[in-house]
T-cell receptor, first 111, second 111 residues
Framework: RKEVEQDPGPFNVPEGATVAFNCTYSNSASQSFFWYRQDCRKEPKLLMS???SGNEDGRFTAQLNRASQYISLLIRDSKLSDSATYLCVAHQETSGSRLTFGEGTQLTVNP | DGGITQSPKYLFRKEGQNVTLSCEQNLNHDAMYWYRQDPGQGLRLIYY???????QKGDIAEGYSVSREKKESFPLTVTSAQKNPTAFYLC??????????FGSGTRLTVV
């Protein structure tokens, strides 16, 4: 089983739609979680951290459920510029302190 | 401006050759990482270094070697022992082992 698993995608949505990405992690020792965005043929860039209390940044909302080992990302009022691959990421201090990446979910927002 | 620089952007390797990918950062970060990404897949950790003159194997270290003689530099050598080296290689650095800054990547192709 992969340490971080995401919705396989791809997602194709119209502009203005709300889209949700789901992610689960298997290592209960994981301490911190993030969503990264990766544009085609570019490096990943941090979108937002994920906290147990849930956090919001504009149109983006991230949630963490430690009991279920589940992470989500909600994008409201999607824009054409949101088209990218979204990577779910977990940090484990016990594994040499490094990030483990999911395979990513590709999103295409259509006009 | 501070940042992390990878070179070259594109690299072509003949069968049986060793090639070295450069990664330089001027962010004064202690930790540096090398990841490999194959099409449609997430990032997999090759090697990482948390301090000068020390480094550890990641999940897919076979066929690769690294050095960390200076804080600013973490070159990756892809040896002839790496049977399937064609991939997108990403270098990252971090000051807190959690917040990563990525370079723009090197695309390696075997010809």
């Amino acid at each position: 089983r992969k340490e971080v698993e995401q919705d396989p995608g791809p997602f194709n949505v119209p502009e203005g739609a709300t889209v949700a990405f789901n992610c689960t992690y298997s290592n209960s020792a994981s301490q911190s979680f993030f969503w990264y965005r990766q544009d085609c043929r570019k490096e990943p860039k941090l979108l937002m951290s994920v906290y147990s209390s849930g956090n919001e940044d504009g149109r983006f909302t991230a949630q963490l459920n430690r009991a279920s080992q589940y992470i989500s990302l909600l994008i409201r009022d999607s824009k054409l510029s949101d088209s990218a691959t979204y990577l779910c990421v977990a940090h484990q201090e016990t594994s040499g302190s490094r990030l483990t990446f999911g395979e990513g979910t590709q999103l295409t927002v259509n006009p | 401006d501070g940042g992390i620089t990878q070179s070259p952007k594109y690299l072509f390797r003949k069968e049986g050759q060793n090639v070295t990918l450069s990664c330089e950062q001027n962010l004064n970060h202690d930790a540096m990482y090398w990841y490999r990404q194959d099409p449609g897949q997430g990032l997999r950790l090759i090697y990482y270094s948390q301090i000068v003159n020390d480094f550890q194997k990641g999940d897919i270290a076979e066929g690769y070697s690294v050095s960390r003689e200076k804080k600013e530099s973490f070159p990756l050598t892809v040896t002839s022992a790496q049977k399937n080296p064609t991939a997108f290689y990403l270098c990252a650095s971090s000051w807190d082992k959690i917040g990563y800054t990525f370079g723009s990547g090197t695309r390696l192709t075997v010809v």
